[in-house]
């Protein structure tokens, strides 16, 4: 338990988060991103959202066909991006340009407020700096477990587990109901199937049909706002 | 360019590494693995590699099937697992635990030696805490490249993305001709294809069949002894 006390970004609230607020506002270091607006990162800079959500993409190299066929050197097509999570409020993020391989960050809810920094603008809070060091180890372990989760060969495996993690990170309790199993962890987000496919590499069909697999064997529940819910998993102990 | 000097695991040799090493040696906490053998890790703990290199593996909740069959909570059979990376000598490694998802690491080479002591420990050391760190910063990057590359619909942009990060990552420099572009680098191991396959998620008649093709298109080049080399592109500038 050790660990999660130490890696859970729920037990982390930035201690001097509000100190860095009023420095990055003073500094113009600071700025509102309308839903789907792309963040303009620049590598070697420091990255930290204030609210709202920002949605990790990736673009890559693609292999050019053995026929003589137009080069495509990184897909641009948002919808050829892949998808790489999510980061929420109070969390750091980077995006190191690789060629040829890019990143990409952008905001997942209107008033997604992002503030930048230099690192060595870290070195006046050196607590803060661990923080958000340490905040980097936890979404690392996270993305070992998402990889572990996409690794997985039957697609209702990848759909469960990405939801399972997700719902881990990022869920806010809700109850549908009196009885004691009708409580759970629901996704601060709607997501489309088709969205879903995307992040597991499956069909908007393949996904709406597992939804509802899922839904039976009572693996997850839908809320009435079509919100995604990971039910509560009572144990005997 | 700030960023990548700042990431490389090259650039950045840990300057306190054979004080390290003495202490854990004088502690009892260096062991020397065979290939293929487990590392018994714990929550809590942060592992170095000291020599050889580690492989980082994942297993996952499976969903029972429609039908009445027997659960299966966890996979264990190796074959099972997904391939979550490579960590070099060097490198630092920790495993946390989050059921129902476990992370695993095993040698990858024969006398990989593994150190290993409490966060805490890291306290008599700050400026070795903080490569640490930065080594789990960059680490992370990588992760967000790979689940790029994974992302991908075409196994063939899967196949090549995977070889040129672990190209970039751990490639050693190699030539087999004379001529400026008979160079590259190569990986350090031999990957078979059906290992390729599990870690893209492809078979291994399909990752066969498109090794043929990179190769026919100079994307990658197989030297003598079966490794595999990306080689250096030339460009005009």
Redesign the interface.
Request: glycine content about 10%.
């Given at each position: 338990?050790?660990?999660?006390a130490?890696?859970s970004h729920k037990n982390r609230p930035f201690l001097t988060w509000q100190l860095i607020i009023d420095w990055a506002e003073e500094h113009y270091r600071s700025r509102i991103f309308n839903k789907d607006e792309r963040i303009p990162t620049r590598?070697?800079l420091l990255y930290l959202v204030q609210k709202g959500f920002i949605r990790?993409a990736?673009?890559?190299?693609?292999?050019?066909g053995?026929k003589k066929s137009k080069p495509k050197p990184v897909e641009t097509d948002p919808e050829e991006q892949?998808?790489?999570?999510f980061v929420g409020a109070g969390q750091p993020f980077?995006?190191?340009?690789?060629s040829?391989?890019t990143?990409q960050a952008y905001a997942y809810c209107e008033e997604t407020t992002v503030l930048w920094m230099y690192?060595q603008d870290l070195d006046n809070w050196p607590h803060f700096r661990?923080e958000v060091?340490?905040a980097?180890?936890y979404?690392?372990?996270r993305?070992?477990?998402?990889?572990?989760?996409?690794?997985?060969?039957?697609t209702?495996?990848r759909l469960?587990?990405s939801i399972?993690?997700l719902a881990?990170e990022f869920g806010e309790p809700c109850q549908w109901g009196e009885k004691l199993e009708q409580r759970g962890d629901r996704l601060p987000w709607l997501l489309t199937h088709a969205q879903i496919g995307?992040?597991i590499?499956a069909t908007r069909v393949t996904v709406t049909r597992m939804m509802g697999?899922?839904r039976?064997?009572g693996?997850i529940h839908v809320l009435d706002d079509n919100s995604i819910c990971l039910p509560i998993k009572l144990t005997s102990n």
């Open positions: 338990m050790e660990s999660n130490t890696l590598p070697g990790l990736g673009s890559t190299y693609t292999v050019p053995k892949t998808f790489l999570g980077e995006l190191a340009q690789t040829p391989f990143l690192w661990r060091l340490d980097f180890r979404q690392h372990q993305k070992l477990l998402w990889l572990s989760v996409l690794g997985q060969r039957r209702i495996d469960y587990g399972a993690l881990e995307i992040a590499g697999q899922l039976q064997q693996l």
